[in-house]
């Protein structure tokens, strides 16, 4: 490339870009691939990417204290964003339809007393309440409170990691919240309606699934979590059973010590460390 190589381009471009006489003509090594490379709002050159340049022009704000409550690598995305409704008030509840229109026929799809709103709805009255109580000793939430500000409160006060029971407490929460708006509309919108044992069931079982879906390094917390919701034979992570093979092909039970090991069990691969 030349410098009167700029003299070739559109008239309208060497007016919008007068920027580019002021570049020095690049010298061309004919021995080097191109590459492009983006210069972000700190300065520095990293490789061309759109996560990259999306990363760069976006509005960040500051994160919220539920972000990962609502949003994680393990998350069910339709249930995330049920949830992300329910954190911002924003499900279309009796409340808030009432302050559009006043109308007394708005009663609770599961009570039929009062209008529902997300207190009500999560988990105060009687149906979800059932729900809420008996699926919440799985993810060991056993003194959660019923009400949801409270209770988005305490989950939010509740370490967020990558052990088990943190992923469980999350996908639960999610998934019960789906199925109960879910079951309310159903109700309202189609005189449908499943008998709280089933919906516990449904929830239950989408849990479970996910579970099962997701690889997951063995350890005590997952043996017992795997026991209580039944994502795995119990062959597979009842330690006490586990074998495991070191590198001459031999073959032990598993006591928790020793070099790492890999193995494959069914498709799911794990490391034991
Ligand atoms: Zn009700």
Redesign the pocket.
């Known amino acids: 490339m030349h410098a009167q190589s700029f003299d070739k381009w559109p008239v309208e471009w060497v007016d919008r870009f007068d920027a580019l006489f002021a570049i020095d003509p690049p010298i061309i090594n004919n021995d080097k691939k191109d590459k492009i490379v983006w210069r972000n709002g700190r300065g520095r050159c990293c490789d061309f990417s759109v996560s990259n340049v999306w990363e760069d022009l976006r509005t960040c704000n500051q994160v919220v204290p539920w972000a990962n409550l609502v949003w994680f690598s393990q998350c069910v995305p339709r249930h995330s964003f049920t949830m992300w409704l329910a954190v911002h008030r924003r499900l279309k509840t009796h409340d808030t339809m009432g302050v559009w229109e006043k109308n007394d026929g708005m ?8 209008p ?1 709103s997300h207190n ?2 999560f988990f ?5 309440k059932r729900v809420w109580s008996e699926l919440k000793c799985l993810a060991r939430l056993d003194h959660a409170p019923i009400s949801w500000d409270s209770l988005l409160e305490f989950m939010i006060s509740k370490p967020v990691n990558k052990s088990i029971w943190s992923i469980i407490q999350r996908l639960l929460l999610g998934a019960i919240l789906y199925y109960i708006w879910q079951e309310r509309n159903l109700r309202i919108f189609q005189c449908k309606a499943r008998p709280c044992s089933e919906l516990i069931c449904i929830i239950n079982e989408v849990v479970r699934l996910r579970l099962m879906s997701l690889k997951l390094n063995p350890s005590r917390q997952v043996s017992d979590a795997a026991d209580l919701w039944g994502f795995h034979g119990p062959e597979v992570f009842n330690m006490a059973k586990l074998l495991v093979y070191n590198d001459a092909g031999g073959c032990r039970r598993y006591t928790g010590k020793g070099p790492v090991f890999k193995y494959d069990v069914g498709g799911h691969h794990f490391v034991v460390s």
């Open positions: 009663v609770c799809a599961f009570c039929k007393s009062v529902d009500h709805l105060e009255c009687e149906y979800p």
